[in-house]
């Protein structure tokens, strides 16, 4: 057989050597001819496959809506703090991504393993809310800044609806709206938000294609994929602050004294 020095470097989900590249074994030629899109490249390269088209389109979906929420949130904040402190473009980018996280926009994948584990067990809302509330942690996926009960994220519907219309099963989203409906007795802004929406529906998607094994599944929630949805989304957002405060000629930015409670 063949003999080859050991590699330094294990790849499988892209090939540059031949005449074109590939993503996961499909030549960029048959990309561009079969009319492939955004969400079919993300299959490819993260799933290592090609997903039917409800599902590259709900990844699309995903991308659209979250790709910017205004300039008053975290991300978008950072971004234009640094774009005014005359940063280049990729440290203004960086700057607002690195507040993705745990309370903003990067709860997607522990409310996917939270609702899976919750569900997968048979708790009742009741159960899960409380367990959580046990453990002093707050469910990911719920509760919004803004958001409340008569002000709803119009995200969420959209993507609720979508995926009640093409999905084969939306057993883990009805999960989340029965916690929501639970965290809602307790206070207003306890709602479904667009991370608890993503993270749940996208264990529909996996779940419910029959694209991918338990085992694939399981994998995918562990090693949590979906969080990447978000920084991809609202990389197009804070690049598009960056390039706004940049056009508009922003000055270097400095909070006022009058919104800071200095005391003891
Ligand atoms: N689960 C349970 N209780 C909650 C939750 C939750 N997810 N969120 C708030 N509460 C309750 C708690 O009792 C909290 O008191 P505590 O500080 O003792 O825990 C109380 O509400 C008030 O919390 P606030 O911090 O005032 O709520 P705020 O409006 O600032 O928080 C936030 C909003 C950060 C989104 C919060 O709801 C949260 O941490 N959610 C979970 C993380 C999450 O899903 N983040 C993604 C948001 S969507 C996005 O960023 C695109
Ligand atoms: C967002 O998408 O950035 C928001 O949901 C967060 C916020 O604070 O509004």
């Keep these: 057989g063949k003999v080859r020095a050991p590699t330094h470097i294990i790849s499988t989900i892209s090939d540059d050597r031949g005449e074109e590249p590939c993503y996961a ?60 402190a005359g940063k280049d473009l990729v440290s203004c980018l960086v700057s607002g991504l690195l507040t993705i996280g745990p309370r903003f926009g990067g709860a997607i994948d522990d409310a996917a393993r939270y609702f899976k584990d919750a569900y997968d067990r048979g708790l009742t809302p009741y159960e899960f809310v409380e367990s959580m509330k046990k453990k002093g942690i707050r469910v990911p996926g719920i509760g919004h800044r803004i958001k409340n009960r008569d002000n709803k994220d119009k995200r969420v519907e959209l993507l609720q609806k979508f995926a009640r219309t093409h999905f084969p099963s939306v057993k883990y989203m009805e999960y989340a709206v029965e916690v929501e409906n639970y965290t809602l007795t307790k206070a207003n802004n306890l709602v479904l938000n667009v991370d608890g929406a993503i993270g749940s529906l996208f264990l529909d998607l996996l779940a419910g294609s029959g694209m991918f094994t338990k085992q694939e599944v399981d994998e995918i929630v562990e090693i949590g994929y979906l969080n990447g949805l978000f920084v991809l989304a609202r990389s197009i957002g804070l690049i598009g602050h960056t390039f706004d405060q940049k056009r508009l000629k922003q000055p270097l930015y400095r909070h006022p004294w009058e919104d800071v409670l200095y005391t003891k």
């Excluded at 299959?43 to 910017?68: G, H, V």
């Design 25 to 84: 074994g499909v030549p960029m030629s048959s990309i561009i001819e079969k009319g492939f899109g955004v969400g079919d490249v993300i299959s490819l390269l993260w799933f290592k496959r090609s997903l039917p088209r409800y599902c590259t389109q709900f990844i699309e979906i995903c991308i659209m809506l979250c790709a910017d929420h205004g300039p008053c949130v975290s991300g978008a904040h950072n971004a234009i703090v640094t774009a005014r």
